[in-house]
């Protein structure tokens, strides 16, 4: 039987439309998704208000944590696989980064900072926060500023770009402090809280979030000239071009609708879990430029 040059045609396009061939076409990390059915995200457990763990579900929650979720609705529409599987992975500031390399972890939104070091390592995401690196210290402790802790402990938390900061600053500086370098931001506020340091540095988001779920919050506060300016992104595996590009557009739609706004409020200006308390952190003048021009670059040197 002779077939019609443009009916055979038609039937090809009418195949392909109807064949899924965006899956051929399918590389690294969303071919692992494609065929796995699963998306694996790295949490924190302890970096409130980002992600953390609050109560024993065990399931993360935070400001990074619910724009993650954001990316993963965005996939689950591009993949066209409204049903698929999220995996959760705990991770530390130690692991984060070879949990992503090794392919462990397809994505970390956490606070993780966007520096040209990491980015040898992994790439980062346009920008989902700024912040400034400063001090927590007893609000009538004379420790006000970085100056005032020459030879004194002062805490940070390890593998952080805090503790590089602050024990570089000793060195130069030849301070003489005491640099402890505990496993997490909750260690490190225990250490202070309960006196074995006199000062803990770290981002002052974080910082808020430590302060918030002390005994007694009235009684500490965020203080110091920052010593860096860092912009936190999300992080996915080296040289994957087409996640990286689907993980910027679902975080960029989430910026230009207006609901990072709604995100923001929900965990730095209301209540939250696990004790109801309120951070009262507004929105920097730096975020808000960040939200309105997302950049995948880490933040310029903007130090005093």
Known sequence: MRIVPHILGAAIAAALISTPVFAAELTGTLKKIKESGTITLGHRDASIPFSYIADASGVPVGYSHDIQLKVVDAIKKDLAMPDLKVKYNLVTSQTRIPLVQNGTVDLECGSTTNNAERGQQVDFSVGIFEIGTRLLTKKDSPYKDFADL???????????????????????????????????????????????????????????????????????????????????????????????????????????????????????????????????????????????????????????
């Not at 975080?251 to 309120?278: C, D, H, R, V």
């Not at 009262?280 to 130090?303: G, Q, R, V, W």
């Open 150 to 304: 020459k030879g004194k402990n002062v805490v940070t938390t390890a593998g952080t770009t805090s503790e590089r900061i602050i024990k570089s600053m000793n060195a130069d500086k030849q301070m003489g402090m005491n640099v402890i370098s505990a496993k997490d931001h909750g260690e490190s506020f225990n250490m202070l809280e309960s006196g074995r340091a006199v000062a803990f540095m770290m981002d002052d988001a974080l910082l808020a979030g430590e302060m918030a779920k002390a005994k007694k919050p009235d009684d500490w506060a965020v203080t110091g000239t920052a010593q860096s300016y860092e912009i936190y992104g999300c992080m996915v595996r080296k040289d994957d071009a087409p996640f990286k590009k689907a993980v910027d557009d679902a975080i960029k739609a989430t910026f230009t609708s207006g609901e990072i706004n709604t995100i923001y409020a929900k965990w730095f200006m209301q209540p939250i879990p696990p004790k109801g308390l309120n951070l009262n952190f507004p929105m920097s003048d730096e975020l808000k430029n960040l939200i309105a021009n997302p950049t995948d670059k880490p933040a310029p040197d903007k130090a005093i």
